[in-house]
Every structure is written in C-alpha cells, then in structure tokens.
C-alpha cells in the first residue's frame, strides 16, 4: 500500500473503532457537567441591573443563564436541562412565543406578575410552580410594585441534541384571555377529583400553577417523624392528574424537606438534578466537593455523581426544590442507581 491506510480510510468517511473503544464505551457515565453553586445573593444585584439598563424590547427573555462551568458551548447547567434567573419590572411585558423545548417556572420573589399560557391566565407567588410545557403559547406580565423574579427550568439542551427544537413567535406582544384565571389550577387541584369533561390530555400536566399553599398543606399532612427518603427527605412529586406520573415528560419536579439535622445517605443515579434552596442552609457533598448553600441558592448534582445532602442546621428546616431527566432515563431504560 502506498498511501497511509489510516488516512485512507479517513478519506472514505471511515474510523477505526479501535482507537475509540473506550470513549465510545465507558465503563461508566462520567459527566461533562461538574457540581456547582449559584449563589442567589451574589447574582441578584445583577438582575437588578440589567433590569435597569436592558428593556423587554431589546431583549426576548430577561435572563441569566446559569452555566456549568464544564458546559459552556453551547450553554447548559446539567447535561440535558437548564435552570435562569429571570426578571421582569411592573409594567412589563415578555412577548408571547412558544417553543418545542418544555418549561417551568419557580417563582423565588416579588408580587403581582403574571404568565399567560395557551390563553390562561395564571398568577405567581413565590414558591409556585407554573408549568409551560413544550409548544404552549407563553408571556409573561407584571401588574404589582417592585421586581419579580423566578427560576426558569427548561429541557432544551435535550431538545436541541434530539435536534428536535423550534421556535416561533406569535406576533403580539400578548395573548388573548380565553379561559378563566388560574382554571386549571382550580379544575384539577384536588387530585383525587378531577374533571371528566376534559379528555385526558397529552404527556404533560394539564396544571398551570402548583400553588405553595398546596405544597405547604402537603407537608404539613405528613408528620415530622414520618421515614421519607434516606437521600432525599420528606420528598413529594408534583404530579401529573392524568397519569400519576410527572408533570411533563422530561422532567420530574420535586419538592423536599430536610428536617434539622438531616443527613442523607450517600448515592449516585445516572439522571441529571438541579436544586433550588427555597429556605434553610446545609451543604451537599458531591463527587468530593463540597457545595455549601442558603435560601434561593442554586446547585446541581451531574448524572452519576455520588452525592449526600445535610441540612446544617438544628433548628429549622432546610426545602429544596428539585428537578430531574430521570423521566427520560427510566423511558429509556436507562435509570441505574448505586448506593454504598
Ligand atoms: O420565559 O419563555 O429562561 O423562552 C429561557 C427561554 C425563559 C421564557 C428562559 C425562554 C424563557
């Protein structure tokens, strides 16, 4: 032979998978992603300037990202989801579009913002989670004083490697009202009744806000010496009414609490999670790092990380606000969890 079979072969659109073996075959997951805080008390001076100096017209979303430091290109804060911090001021306006990727809002501060999704009209409070799920018409307003702000929680680093994304904008700044306020937050509340008019709908929740005073209520049903989860705490599902299951198909949304003095054992799982401190303080130990956190902080746990959460306090309680891929990884069969 006279040319370089390697280069030879290269040239014909080929590789040898023997150079490639074990990358294309780990002996187990190891993620791109690396443990990681955001901390809300040295992000939020920002938000509120960039709420001073950028308008809702020179901007679609006031958002920060937050990026994990081992996925910046394209940015993401777990391998297949992503969290922001989103501001909007009274007499604001985000323009409605909408997008296959799915969506979620925790509302962390302020009164009297408003999203209107496929023209319902649903309210936030901090604490509430308000779902948009993937091709839902969404925009969001604020008719109170002072500045709202919320976690956003999207699947488009997902979406985007399924090369499944589109997105479109509707051409007005805001929807039309079709339905009554906050209907399906009302219609579907109670769980255990809901509507029979309704044909049960897609894979997602036909819920538009899961009020905190529900999730308040759930906890406080459920007593202080009840068992819950050795890793995760007293650990509650939002659900889907439909289906039991979660509330859209990639992801799972959680809500914890850790007593005081919780400490939780050590595991690992192959699904992707990202924390949100509602109120409390501890730290969680994380591939050997430790990320320590308080109120409205954000972390992340990679897929196939060890982890172990502690509430660090002995007096008050530490909820946290979770979501997770682990949807997708069991659709797929490829949920595997590890402890010891
Ligand atoms: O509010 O529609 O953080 O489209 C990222 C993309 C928020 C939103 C984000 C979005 C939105």
């Given at each position: 032979m006279t040319t370089d079979p390697y280069q030879a072969i290269k040239e014909l659109g080929a590789a040898p998978l023997w150079q490639y073996y074990g990358n294309l075959f780990p002996v187990e997951p190891q993620s791109a992603a690396v443990p990681y805080v955001w901390r809300y008390q040295d992000l939020r001076p920002y938000m509120l300037h960039f709420a001073e100096v950028l308008s809702l017209q020179e901007a679609e979303r006031r958002v920060l990202m937050l990026v994990n430091p081992g996925l910046q290109e394209p940015p993401a804060t777990v391998n297949s989801l992503y969290a922001g911090i989103q501001i909007i001021l009274p007499g604001e306006t985000a323009q409605a579009h909408r997008h296959t990727a799915s969506a979620f809002r925790f509302i962390i501060e302020g009164q009297g913002a408003y999203t209107t999704v496929n023209g319902e009209r649903v309210d936030m409070h901090p604490g509430d989670l308000l779902l948009t799920p993937g091709w839902h018409w969404h925009d969001h307003s604020h008719d109170g004083a002072g500045p709202m702000m919320w976690l956003d929680g999207l699947d488009y680093p997902l979406v985007n490697k399924l090369e499944a994304g589109f997105f479109e904008l509707l051409g007005q700044r805001m929807q039309g009202s079709t339905v009554p306020d906050n209907f399906s937050s009302r219609k579907f509340i109670h769980g255990r009744?809901?509507?029979?008019?309704?044909?049960?709908?897609?894979?997602?929740?036909p819920i538009g806000n899961y009020p905190w005073k529900e999730t308040e209520q759930a906890f406080s049903g459920i007593a202080d010496d009840a068992e819950g989860s050795h890793t995760e705490g007293i650990i509650l599902e939002y659900t889907n009414p439909w289906t039991?299951?979660?509330?859209?198909?990639?992801?799972?949304?959680?809500?914890s609490r850790l007593r005081p003095g919780f400490r939780g054992f050590a595991h690992q799982h192959t699904a992707s999670t990202i924390y949100h401190v509602v109120r409390g303080q501890g730290e969680s130990i994380v591939d050997g790092d430790r990320l320590t956190w308080a109120e409205h902080d954000t972390f992340c746990v990679p897929g196939w990380a060890r982890y172990e959460h502690t509430n660090l306090s002995m007096s008050q309680d530490a909820i946290l606000f979770s979501y997770t891929d682990e949807p997708v990884m069991r659709a797929?069969?490829?949920y595997r969890v590890a402890s010891n």
């Amino acid at each position: 032979m006279t040319t370089d079979p390697y280069q030879a072969i290269k040239e014909l659109g080929a590789a040898p998978l023997w150079q490639y073996y074990g990358n294309l075959f780990p002996v187990e997951p190891q993620s791109a992603a690396v443990p990681y805080v955001w901390r809300y008390q040295d992000l939020r001076p920002y938000m509120l300037h960039f709420a001073e100096v950028l308008s809702l017209q020179e901007a679609e979303r006031r958002v920060l990202m937050l990026v994990n430091p081992g996925l910046q290109e394209p940015p993401a804060t777990v391998n297949s989801l992503y969290a922001g911090i989103q501001i909007i001021l009274p007499g604001e306006t985000a323009q409605a579009h909408r997008h296959t990727a799915s969506a979620f809002r925790f509302i962390i501060e302020g009164q009297g913002a408003y999203t209107t999704v496929n023209g319902e009209r649903v309210d936030m409070h901090p604490g509430d989670l308000l779902l948009t799920p993937g091709w839902h018409w969404h925009d969001h307003s604020h008719d109170g004083a002072g500045p709202m702000m919320w976690l956003d929680g999207l699947d488009y680093p997902l979406v985007n490697k399924l090369e499944a994304g589109f997105f479109e904008l509707l051409g007005q700044r805001m929807q039309g009202s079709t339905v009554p306020d906050n209907f399906s937050s009302r219609k579907f509340i109670h769980g255990r009744l809901s509507p029979r008019w309704d044909a049960p709908g897609g894979a997602h929740s036909p819920i538009g806000n899961y009020p905190w005073k529900e999730t308040e209520q759930a906890f406080s049903g459920i007593a202080d010496d009840a068992e819950g989860s050795h890793t995760e705490g007293i650990i509650l599902e939002y659900t889907n009414p439909w289906t039991g299951g979660s509330v859209m198909p990639t992801m799972s949304c959680r809500i914890s609490r850790l007593r005081p003095g919780f400490r939780g054992f050590a595991h690992q799982h192959t699904a992707s999670t990202i924390y949100h401190v509602v109120r409390g303080q501890g730290e969680s130990i994380v591939d050997g790092d430790r990320l320590t956190w308080a109120e409205h902080d954000t972390f992340c746990v990679p897929g196939w990380a060890r982890y172990e959460h502690t509430n660090l306090s002995m007096s008050q309680d530490a909820i946290l606000f979770s979501y997770t891929d682990e949807p997708v990884m069991r659709a797929l069969g490829l949920y595997r969890v590890a402890s010891n």
